[in-house]
């Protein structure tokens, strides 16, 4: 790796960071030379779990713990015991300290209307629906559950939920009712809280029938609270819930392990997987990622692009607990211009802004112009969801200009946080994420088991982070979650990504493991090839698959073009030359196929895995729920391929 970092910190960002302030906290308890070494930093944070994630509750200011507190009670993967006998609850942790006049969220939607809400509206609101929640009946664990936009109503909905010591779950408004179901059904919640109403594109779409459709389909729902009563049957108001006077905010303080929400698998490959996070864990993990690694606090300003239905909308509620304002978009990012969601970071004066590689890809090819907008306060680009290449990063930085750090950022709905990204004090290279996280014991394997460096390699935790799951929905002998992580590298988590760790201490993320290339014995993640075709201008997408078919290996690229252009002959030369110079002669693709679309998960994951498996003739519906799936009619077209291609090999 010998490409030059295209970020540097400040000069004296150990000194202003809340990273900085953390590691002279963390170098006053260990005695450690800690201060201006990251790589000592995290050595000391994976090294002594006891003292890393002490020290991380008391710089926080977490309830104060008794002087003998076990921390890390029994380590063991999985079932790690985390500060037994310890009570608290996230919803308590967000509203604590906190100035009731400053501004904690703002909601913006496609119109130009925005809503402010300072802490003590939040505090009001979040009170008057617990109190709500607790004369229905609702208590410590059962089960509230969401059908929502990216609206405030859903983080008062979480934190009343949590206040109460139940169990909250959401899907977005771009769920079907069917999709929805297969996941907050399996919960049996008995409140359901949901919109009728989504502005997406310019358009109002009406989503009561969905809505109705969901409550109906879940027998268990007593209550149906919405925005338009009338939308269903006996559905109590929102607003009635939202505004009954005189309540007190008053959290139940819980175990720490006490499930806080259930976040789901994408369900590509079968049942989606009820992934249970704790009060505890998430609180820790949620403040380590905001604080530390986002350098958030109060009086930053911090909006991620997501859905309800993603992991990333969670960890834009958590930047709560560092005392951030939180900008919620509803609607989409790039209407009514590309470059929507950068004006609305203008407008906002944002200090933290994430998005996604393939965002950030249309805005580039729709010749958007950053630098004209007022970004003056933008000091932090996040960006997750996929591999994100050198080629769009450095046009990004090109644009936005040395002062902005862009931070990619990996990990996953499994431990709630990233694992692996950037720090404020640490530079970042193209193509690369800067380093392993505080707390996140990242090591890179192969399949033998054995560390690797260098060299590509499978992405492993060996040993607990809090915010592992304490465990799946409706997995009583944990046999399911075993086999998600445990059992490739017994008692090590394997996270499933293709990683190689550099010799400058940074981070290479290839793509998902299972989907990696392995052409004439060299592998390489289908990432890096993205990373070179998709910046051809006359490509829209790509996806790659790499098939055995017997002593045989068929590997092809299906390409969905520009708009306007077909896939002729000089642009697959176009293509297969571009891969031959820029990663290796032996990954150009046996064949280029054109194609309308390439199918993804409703979070935006290409479908490589479900796509190789129907290529290696399963049925679609044995290896992905067409739920999941954003254009699921997509699959039939691999199908049908997969049975004309069998056809000819006969």
């Known amino acids: 790796m010998d490409r030059e970092a295209q970020w540097t910190p400040p000069a004296d960002a150990w000194e202003t960071s809340r990273l900085g302030a953390f590691a002279r906290l963390a170098q006053e308890r260990s005695g450690l030379d800690l201060v201006g070494d990251y790589a000592a930093l995290w050595r000391w944070s994976v090294d002594d779990l006891d003292a890393f994630w002490s020290t991380a509750w008391e710089f926080f200011g977490l309830p104060t713990l008794a002087t003998a507190q076990p921390i890390l009670a029994e380590e063991r993967m999985p079932g790690a015991s985390w500060f037994p006998g310890v009570r608290l609850n996230f919803a308590g942790e967000v509203f604590r300290g906190r100035d009731p006049e400053a501004e904690a969220l703002v909601e913006l939607a496609e119109d130009g209307t925005s809503t402010s809400l300072t ?3 939040l505090s009001r609101r979040v009170a008057a629906v617990a109190a709500g929640l607790r004369d229905l009946g609702v208590g410590e664990g059962d089960r509230v559950v969401g059908y929502l936009p990216n609206r405030s109503e859903a983080v008062v909905a979480l934190l009343a939920t949590a206040s109460v010591g139940a169990v909250w779950a959401v899907c977005g ?21 949901g919109a009728t109403s989504q502005l997406l594109g310019g358009r109002v779409r009406d989503t009561g029938d969905a809505l109705a459709a969901l409550a109906a389909s879940m027998p268990g729902v007593s209550t149906v609270v919405v925005g338009d009563a009338a939308a269903v049957p006996g559905g109590l108001p929102w607003d009635d819930l939202v505004s009954a006077p005189g309540a007190c905010l008053e959290p139940v303080d819980i175990a720490f392990d006490h499930p806080l929400w259930v976040l789901f698998s994408s369900g590509t490959t079968g049942r989606p997987k009820g992934i249970v996070h704790g009060h505890g864990g998430t609180t820790l993990e949620q403040l380590k990622m905001a604080a530390l690694h986002l350098d958030l606090g109060p009086g930053s300003r911090f909006l991620w692009y997501t859905s309800p239905s993603w992991m990333m909308w969670n960890v834009q509620v958590g930047a709560l607990l560092a005392g951030a304002t939180v900008i919620l978009v509803e609607g989409s990012p790039a209407h009514p211009r590309a470059d929507e969601l950068w004006r609305h970071a203008a407008d906002q004066r944002v200090t933290v802004l994430g998005t996604s590689p393939a965002y950030v890809g249309a805005c580039l090819k729709a010749g958007a112009d950053l630098g004209a907008l007022e970004l003056g306060a933008l000091r932090t680009v996040g960006i997750t969801g996929s591999t994100f290449s050198p080629q769009a990063h450095e046009r990004l930085a090109a644009q936005l200009g040395d002062r902005v750090q862009i931070g990619s950022l990996s990990g ?6 990233a694992v692996v990204g950037c720090a404020p004090v640490l530079p970042v290279w193209p193509g690369e994420l800067s380093a392993p996280w505080l707390g996140a014991p990242v090591d890179v394997w192969s399949d033998a088991g054995e560390p690797v460096r260098g060299v590509q390699g499978e992405l492993v935790l060996t040993r607990p982070m809090p915010s592992m799951p304490v465990s799946f929905w409706d997995d009583p002998d944990g046999s399911r979650l075993r086999a998600a992580y445990f059992e490739y590298f017994p008692g090590v988590w394997r996270h499933g990504d293709a990683m190689t760790l550099t010799d400058h201490g940074s981070v290479v993320i290839h793509g998902r493991s299972d989907a990696t290339l392995n052409r004439k014995g060299v592998r390489i993640g289908s990432g890096d090839l993205y990373a070179v075709v998709e910046s051809l201008p006359e490509v829209a997408e790509a996806m790659v698959i790499g098939l055995e078919e017997g002593d045989d290996y068929w590997m092809p690229l299906f390409v969905v073009t520009a708009e306007g252009r077909s896939l002729d002959e000089p642009m697959a030369e176009r293509i ?17 196929i054109q194609v309308e679309a390439i199918p993804h998960t409703r979070t935006g994951k290409k479908l490589e895995v479900p796509v190789k498996r129907i290529l290696g003739g399963r049925r679609p519906g044995d290896v992905a729920d067409p739920n999941s799936v954003d254009r699921p009619d997509l699959l039939t077209w691999y199908a049908d391929l997969a049975v004309r291609r069998a056809a000819g090999r006969r």
């Open 576 to 592: 297969r030359s571009a891969i031959a110079t820029g990663l290796s002669p032996r990954h150009v693709p046996d064949e280029l």
């Open 173 to 193: 408004l771009d769920y079907a009712p069917a999709a929805a179901e297969a996941r907050l059904g399996q919960l049996a919640p008995t409140v359901l809280i």
């Open 412 to 417: 996953g709905t499994d431990v709630a946080t």
């Open 119 to 121: 802490w003590a509206e």
